[in-house]
């Protein structure tokens, strides 16, 4: 599932902000308490909308919030619960809710006690937390260690990405789950977490720009991958690929079209960059790669265009059968 985040704030329009995401499948939101009037006169607006568009909605809580408004337990949600819940009361609520639990801070001590009090495992998701404060962040071996561990309970799992558009205040630092991803592209980070962590919901913790949420959307919907490159004038006939199944550490092939190709000065072949293999290397010329480690000089290879900068890790992640599209916007 892919998400996407609404924080009520006064001057939101969640009517565009719905028909800005309305591919989405979720929408994340808060009603940590105390909850103005005001906001909760925005919720039940969004909760309106999502209905006319399909969209489910993941909302943050606390015990204080549903004590406050019990109506949320009869309403179409899932009830992200943060704290000041017990096992008991989890176990309730998930014979008649969808539910989330924070998969950042849970432990198998909670887990095991949560499985005893006869909760229904099969309506919980665990979604990690968002960190605002720079260096705050998950590292990557926490969280490796903590998916194991839900996975281990057969739970679905969820993560966050930050944006790199509009950022939510008041620190302005983006909201990853993992540190290392903070000022990272979210596209990139993406799909990492869709290729890499294999997170059943990924969700958009602020504002994307207009562009790389158009990638993320036609990966999670076509399943095609975009890269956004840069090629030589006479290589700009080249829109796709289609990858080989055989995936090798050091480059990615395509399923060739032979065409006779002069051999360029050799130089020197780096990670990130796009070649096509020459006349030198007989019955493989025509075929055009994306190399994923540095090659060194290679006289069989004329380097027809680059990968960009910010999206140079999506080639980790490049599996054979799929589609990739070239973008040069």
Same mark, same amino acid.
């Given at each position: 599932?892919?998400?996407?985040?609404?924080?009520?704030?006064?001057?939101?329009?969640?009517?565009? +902000?719905?028909?800005?995401?309305?591919?989405?499948?979720?929408?994340?939101?808060? $009603?940590?308490?105390?909850?103005?009037?005001?906001?909760?006169?925005? *919720?039940?607006?969004?909760?309106?909308?999502?209905?006319?568009?399909? @969209?489910?909605?993941?909302?943050?809580?606390?015990?204080?919030?549903?004590?406050?408004?019990?109506?949320?337990?009869?309403?179409?949600?899932?009830?992200?619960? !943060?704290?000041?819940?017990? #096992?008991?009361?989890?176990?309730?609520?998930?014979?008649?809710?969808?539910?989330?639990?924070?998969?950042?801070?849970?432990?198998?001590? /909670?887990?095991?006690?949560?499985?005893?009090?006869?909760?229904?495992?099969?309506? @919980?998701?665990?979604?990690?937390?968002?960190?605002?404060?720079?260096?705050?962040?998950?590292?990557?071996?926490?969280?490796?260690?903590?998916?194991?561990?839900?996975?281990?309970?057969?739970?679905?799992?969820?993560? *966050?990405?930050? %944006?790199?558009?509009?950022?939510? %205040?008041? =620190?302005?630092? %983006?909201?990853?789950?993992?540190?290392? !991803?903070?000022?990272?592209?979210?596209?990139?980070?993406?799909?990492? /977490?869709?290729?890499?962590?294999? $997170? &059943?919901?990924?969700?958009?913790?602020?504002?994307?720009?207009?562009?790389?949420?158009?990638?993320?959307?036609?990966?999670?919907?076509?399943?095609?991958?975009?890269?956004?490159?840069? *090629?030589?004038? !006479?290589?700009? #006939?080249? +829109?796709?690929?289609?990858?080989?199944?055989?995936?090798?550490? #050091?480059?990615?092939?395509?399923?060739?079209?032979?065409?006779?190709?002069?051999?360029?000065?050799?130089?020197?072949?780096?990670? %990130? &960059?796009?070649?096509?293999?020459?006349?030198?290397?007989?019955? #493989?010329?025509?075929?055009?790669?994306?190399?994923?480690?540095?090659?060194? =000089?290679?006289?069989?290879?004329?380097? @027809?265009?680059? =990968?960009? &900068?910010?999206?140079?890790?999506?080639? !980790?992640?490049?599996?054979?059968?799929?589609? =990739?599209? /070239?973008?040069?916007?």
């Amino acid at each position: 599932m892919l998400g996407f985040s609404i924080y009520f704030e006064k001057d939101i329009d969640i009517e565009k +902000e719905i028909e800005k995401n309305k591919d989405f499948d979720l929408v994340f939101t808060s $009603l940590h308490y105390p909850t103005s009037d005001e906001s909760y006169r925005q *919720f039940l607006e969004l909760y309106n909308l999502c209905k006319d568009y399909s @969209i489910r909605i993941c909302v943050d809580i606390n015990n204080e919030t549903l004590n406050n408004h019990p109506e949320l337990i009869d309403m179409d949600l899932i009830l992200r619960l !943060d704290f000041g819940f017990t #096992y008991e009361e989890i176990s309730k609520l998930s014979h008649k809710k969808s539910l989330a639990i924070n998969a950042s801070t849970v432990n198998n001590d /909670f887990l095991s006690k949560l499985k005893l009090a006869n909760t229904k495992m099969d309506n @919980i998701i665990a979604i990690h937390n968002f960190y605002p404060l720079e260096y705050s962040g998950l590292s990557e071996d926490y969280f490796i260690k903590q998916n194991s561990l839900i996975k281990s309970y057969g739970l679905n799992l969820g993560g *966050f990405i930050p %944006g790199n558009g509009n950022l939510r %205040g008041p =620190v302005y630092k %983006g909201l990853p789950t993992l540190e290392n !991803d903070r000022y990272k592209n979210p596209y990139s980070t993406f799909i990492k /977490f869709e290729r890499k962590y294999k $997170l &059943d919901l990924i969700v958009l913790s602020e504002d994307v720009k207009t562009l790389d949420k158009e990638y993320i959307s036609k990966f999670n919907n076509e399943k095609i991958v975009t890269l956004p490159v840069s *090629f030589l004038e !006479d290589s700009k #006939y080249i +829109e796709k690929i289609k990858v080989r199944a055989d995936i090798s550490d #050091y480059l990615i092939r395509n399923e060739r079209e032979k065409r006779d190709v002069d051999p360029q000065n050799p130089t020197f072949i780096k990670r %990130g &960059d796009i070649v096509m293999l020459n006349n030198l290397s007989g019955r #493989y010329r025509g075929e055009i790669e994306i190399i994923k480690k540095d090659l060194g =000089v290679s006289p069989e290879r004329n380097v @027809i265009g680059r =990968v960009k &900068d910010d999206y140079l890790e999506i080639v !980790d992640y490049i599996k054979g059968g799929d589609l =990739v599209e /070239f973008n040069r916007r």
